[in-house]
Each structure stands twice: as C-alpha cells, then as structure tokens.
C-alpha cells in the first residue's frame, strides 16, 4: 500500500519524542539569536568604536552558510580544545547565525527611535543603562515583532540541518525509521505536516503577540 495507517500510528510515538528535540533546540536557539543580537545592536551604538569590528563579524556570520558553521563548530572547535556535543554544537551554531540577522533588525528598530529621546535621556543625566532598558528599547521592540517573527520561523525549519551531525530531531529520527523499515512516505510526511502546523501555530502566535504589544503601546 502507498500508506500504512498501522504503521503511521506505530511510528508516530517516535516521531513526537523526536519533535520535542527539535522545538528544543528552536526555543534555545531563538533565545540565544535575540539575546545575542540585541546585546550587539546595542554594543554598536553604546560603543561607538566597536561597530567596524561588529559589523565585519556579522556580514561574516551572514555570509557563510549555517551548515558550514555548524560543522565548523562540531568538527573544528575539538581542535582547539573546544569539545561540544551535537545537540549543544547545533543550538549554539543556529543561534549566533540568527544573532547576525537579528542584530540588524534591533539596529533598525534603534535607528527609528526619535533623535529627541536620546537628547531627552542626555538632559535628564540618565545613564545608559537606565536610557536603553526604560526608554529606548520598550520603543524598539513592538514595531520589530514582526521581523523577529519571522526569524523564528525560518530558524524552526532550519533544524533538520542539526542532521547533519547526528542529532535526533524529528528529520534525522524520521530517516532512521526509513532506513530501518523501507518505508519513507509515512516517515517523512508526518515530518512536513508538523513543521507546517508549527510553523502556522507559530505565525499565528507572533501576530497575536503583536496586537498585545500595539494595545499596551496605545494606552
């Protein structure tokens, strides 16, 4: 048969332990990539001589492919004494390439702040600390939601990559369960259907987390 509903219904327990690994390592990531990138964005203008030095470092991340990063993490960095494991390896790797694009999304955001804020927060002696946590950054977050978003998504279908160095997330359980039984159609479409359902619960998420954000701002 072209479809075995007793062997869907077999695999699908497997595949649900493998999945909980891949929102894992997209929770992880993503929360390393906005970290990271906003404590960049904010390093560049709170420094101003570290923006060369930052920008050179993320058009590097950017312009290198994610596979290659996560290899050179995994297989290179035991050279230097660095020994990671895959999962630790691919988390860290997906979410510095991340860091680089959302670094220039909280760059924009930042740029879009009214010059009159940081002259307001310059008169009023407050240090930069309390201007970027209480003034600048409450501005810059709401309007970018959306960008951030969308770098979530992508970041989520990008995990199937963590593969490539053994890592037991849903794609690489679902080719072992193909390998081992000949049967790759069931296997490898539940794969599709449930990056299709989290990527629309995720979207779906993303705009309700930004209507939240455009009320609060209105009041």
């Not at 999945?19 to 992880?28: D, N």
């Not at 290198?64 to 790797?93: E, N, R, S, W, Y």
């Not at 002696?125 to 977050?141: A, G, H, M």
Request: hydrophobic share 60%; net charge neutral; aromatic share 12%.
């Amino acid at each position: 048969m072209m479809w075995d509903w007793s062997f869907t219904l077999e695999i699908l327990p497997v595949l649900a332990r493998a999945a909980v690994i891949t929102i894992e390592a997209t929770l992880l990531g993503f929360a390393l990539a906005a970290s990271l990138g906003l404590a960049l964005a904010v390093l560049r203008i709170a420094v101003p001589w570290t923006g060369t030095a930052i920008s050179v470092l993320v058009e590097l991340i950017r312009s290198t492919p994610l596979l290659i990063q996560i290899f050179f993490l995994f297989f290179v960095f035991p050279k230097f004494g660095v020994v990671l494991d895959a999962f630790t390896a691919g988390v860290l790797a997906i979410g510095v390439h991340y860091a680089a694009y959302c670094s220039e999304v909280y760059r924009a955001g930042f740029e879009n702040v009214p010059r009159g804020q940081w002259e307001a927060s310059i008169a009023l002696n407050l240090s930069q600390w309390t201007t970027f946590r209480d003034i600048i950054i409450p501005q810059v977050i709401p309007p970018i939601v959306p960008a951030l978003g969308n770098y979530l998504v992508a970041l989520f279908k990008e995990t199937p990559l963590l593969s490539a160095i053994a890592v037991l997330e849903l794609m690489q359980t679902a080719k072992i369960i193909g390998s081992e039984t000949f049967r790759y159609t069931e296997p490898i479409t539940l794969v599709g259907l449930f990056f299709l359902a989290m990527s629309l619960v995720s979207a779906a998420f993303i705009r309700a987390f930004e209507r939240l954000l455009i009320r609060r701002t209105m009041r």
